[in-house]
């Protein structure tokens, strides 16, 4: 369904870093009974740029209902963003806490206003504070100073103001220039503030030369050298070692990083996700605590990083993915919401599948519907700075639905798509049980293709979320319907891909930014809606249990996946309807084009790989027509391994040559890049 919300609104951009959007709140009731009693940094104004503040702040409610608190920074004078959404308070003797703020202003200094926002959302009451807090420039003389931040591997260098018009990078090197200097991505010049840049995808313990390169009217003007020595790898933080199976070599492509997200289906023994180049020498990480089920979704093109993080949110009894937070290289959060802040969203825009999972009474009636958590994935590329994120809905349905025998009413695992704005309110849903009527939408009675059901307490072990409307008078298992894996935005026709792992389907989804029905315009797979071109007589040629599905080229094709190979390699008598597994193989590098004038596929690689990952992977074409794959979850010999693989392609055929391959900790998705700036257009 569509739903507009709120109207997008610009921010300023010379702080994009740190404001994201204008704060639209209802008004405040006279009558009301939240009061805000303090607000209070954890340093005295003024600070520096780079510092961290810990805001708290304390509430007092006389009236029934959880009272949640939302934090709002902007520069003064200007509009305020969220920087982290509604989130309920601990009570300690008739007191309301929030938990704690952790700002840190990297972007420009100025005068900035902080404000805290209280709300009940039973009575719709709501409150607010503010306080002025003042960020002093790094730099303030003639010469760029560089500083530490909090993350050992990550510089903050801060230039003098520029002149209007102009633009500014930085270039940073390694002092014995071992390898090519990296130049940050130009920021327009705002005098008279200052120009900060995070310095990122630097070795541990080395040095390195840096100066700005500011772009004028007429010509190149370097600025003065500076120096840096990073520090060492923190031995609390756990990093995976790789192994290299085929070495880079003349036809690897230039690409000089890899970016890693390790997962291990066992909790507690994550990983940290790094970047690292192709020997697997480390040059950035991000560890958050928890560290399990820390999701990497995508690095973005402003030096930012957007992850799925589990925590304690709004449900005590589930902390699994319960936030979506945008970080910056140094690991601060500029930017979170959680599932309990969607859910009032969802909520308020009449869509009750979105509800809370603790508010729906047991047993749970059939058509009762909830929201579990976040899934697998988000991308920041849509227009006006949107952010498209996975959801994860559990639903009751009559006995006997997907074939289930158990005679009781059964608990079926779906997806939403949503679309948040800039400030992270959803503007835009797709709820696939609103779409389960049959083709050429979704069909409810179209089963998983593998038969995969969730079981309580499974949890991610299982590839499952938590589950929580089963019970006395459910069917014990939950019917795992779809498992959506990846979201991507196509810019020629504004539309969304949706990859569904359990049907072997990549949807199409009338999205058309933001104006579009979200009905499906058509699904890609074995008993799809495309026929394919099988022009190499593969036995088996779509894609089963895919993941990471996109279109290269900012959309001009091919289309790219990780084919898993779930359905193919199942014994023979399993059956799509459309294909029988073959009882063998393993999974596929695929790139394929598609033509929707004449709805065929026809493929340009689909490489066997030498082993089966029964879950999670990569797929990305890379500058020099090389493709990228990561095959996430390998197991053998009692272990756990992902191998991340570069295939040249062979002329005349749908095979590829291995060009590098290097062996890891089983991993969730992976990226190669040139430098933490420049992520792929996928």
């Given at each position: ?37 303090s607000l209070t940094p954890s340093l005295a104004s003024p600070q520096n740029l780079g510092t961290s503040i810990t805001w708290l702040a304390q509430a007092t409610n006389t009236n029934p209902g959880v009272v949640t608190f939302q934090f709002n920074v902007g520069l003064s004078g200007g509009p305020l963003a969220v920087f982290k959404d509604y989130l309920p308070g601990a009570s300690s003797g008739g007191v309301l806490n929030a938990q704690p703020f952790v700002w840190t202003p990297s972007g420009i200094e100025g ?376 979201l991507y935005y196509w810019p020629q026709d504004n539309d969304l891909l949706w990859s569904m792992r359990n049907q072997d389907w990549v949807a199409k989804i009338d999205y058309n930014n933001g104006s579009g029905t979200s009905n499906i315009l058509w699904r890609l797979g074995p008993c799809g809606d495309f026929s394919f071109n099988n022009i ?147």
């Amino acid at each position: 369904m569509q739903a507009t919300v709120q109207p997008a609104v610009s921010v300023n951009p010379n702080s994009a870093c740190c404001l994201v959007g204008l704060l639209l709140l209802a008004g405040i009731p006279a009558s009301a009974t939240v009061t805000i009693s303090s607000l209070t940094p954890s340093l005295a104004s003024p600070q520096n740029l780079g510092t961290s503040i810990t805001w708290l702040a304390q509430a007092t409610n006389t009236n029934p209902g959880v009272v949640t608190f939302q934090f709002n920074v902007g520069l003064s004078g200007g509009p305020l963003a969220v920087f982290k959404d509604y989130l309920p308070g601990a009570s300690s003797g008739g007191v309301l806490n929030a938990q704690p703020f952790v700002w840190t202003p990297s972007g420009i200094e100025g005068t900035y206003e902080i404000e805290v926002v209280t709300k009940n959302f039973a009575t719709g009451e709501t409150a607010s504070q503010t306080a002025m807090f003042t960020v002093s420039p790094l730099v303030t003389g003639s010469t760029p100073v560089v500083v530490n931040t909090i993350h050992p591997l990550v510089a903050l260098f801060s230039a003098p103001s520029c002149a209007s018009g102009n633009s500014m990078a930085v270039s940073f090197q390694d002092q014995a220039m071992s390898k090519p200097a990296t130049l940050t991505p130009y920021q327009a010049c705002h005098p008279p503030f200052s120009m900060n840049f995070e310095i990122a995808g630097m070795y541990p313990g080395t040095t390195y030369n840096m100066f700005s390169q500011t772009l004028t009217g007429t010509g190149m003007v370097n600025g003065p050298t500076v120096t840096f020595t990073t520090g060492a790898l923190p031995t609390d933080v756990p990093v995976p070692t790789f192994t290299q199976v085929v070495p880079p070599g003349s036809k690897t492509d230039p690409d000089a990083l890899l970016i890693l997200n390790p997962i291990l289906y066992s909790p507690g023994s994550n990983d940290a996700i790094v970047a690292v180049d192709l020997s697997g020498n480390v040059v950035w990480y991000y560890y958050a605590s928890p560290p399990q089920n820390s999701v990497l979704t995508r690095i973005l093109p402003n030096g930012t990083v957007l992850t799925l993080q589990s925590g304690k949110a709004w449900d005590p009894q589930n902390q699994h993915l319960q936030f979506l937070r945008q970080t910056d290289l140094a690991g601060n959060i500029i930017k979170e919401t959680n599932t309990g802040a969607i859910q009032k969203e969802l909520l308020a825009m009449g869509v009750t599948d979105g509800q809370p999972c603790l508010a729906v009474p047991k047993p749970a009636a059939v058509g009762a519907g909830c929201l579990d958590s976040f899934s697998h994935d988000a991308i920041e590329t849509l227009p006006n700075g949107n952010t498209a994120v996975l959801v994860s809905l559990e639903k009751i349905f009559a006995a006997g639905t997907q074939g289930d025998t158990t005679g009781l009413p059964v608990d079926i695992l779906g997806d939403m798509v949503l679309v948040l704005d800039e400030n992270w309110q959803v503007v835009w849903y797709l709820d696939a049980f609103e779409h389960d009527s049959g083709a050429p939408q979704l069909d409810i009675n179209r089963a998983a293709v593998l038969g995969e059901t969730c079981i309580p307490n499974s949890g991610p072990a299982n590839l499952c979320p938590p589950l929580t409307l089963l019970g006395t008078g459910i069917a014990p298992a939950a019917h795992d319907w779809l498992h959506g894996n990846s979201l991507y935005y196509w810019p020629q026709d504004n539309d969304l891909l949706w990859s569904m792992r359990n049907q072997d389907w990549v949807a199409k989804i009338d999205y058309n930014n933001g104006s579009g029905t979200s009905n499906i315009l058509w699904r890609l797979g074995p008993c799809g809606d495309f026929s394919f071109n099988n022009i190499y007589n593969d036995p088996w040629p779509w894609n089963s249990g895919q993941h990471d599905v996109g279109i290269e080229n900012n959309g001009a094709g091919p289309v790219t996946l990780f084919d898993n190979g779930n359905t193919r390699v199942s014994p023979p008598g399993v059956s799509t309807g459309c294909m029988q597994g073959t009882g063998s193989g393993g999974s596929r590098g695929m790139a394929l084009t598609i033509d929707e004038s004449t709805m065929q596929v026809t493929p340009v690689l689909s490489q066997q790989l030498g082993f089966y990952s029964q879950a999670n992977g990569s797929a990305q074409l890379l500058d020099n027509g090389n493709y990228f794959y990561l095959a996430g979850v390998v197991l053998g010999n009692g272990t756990q391994s992902s191998h991340s693989i570069e295939l040249l392609p062979i002329s005349g055929t749908d095979n590829g040559k291995q060009v590098l391959h290097l062996r890891s900790a089983s991993a969730y998705r992976a990226f190669r890049l040139p430098n933490m700036y420049t992520p792929p257009t996928t």
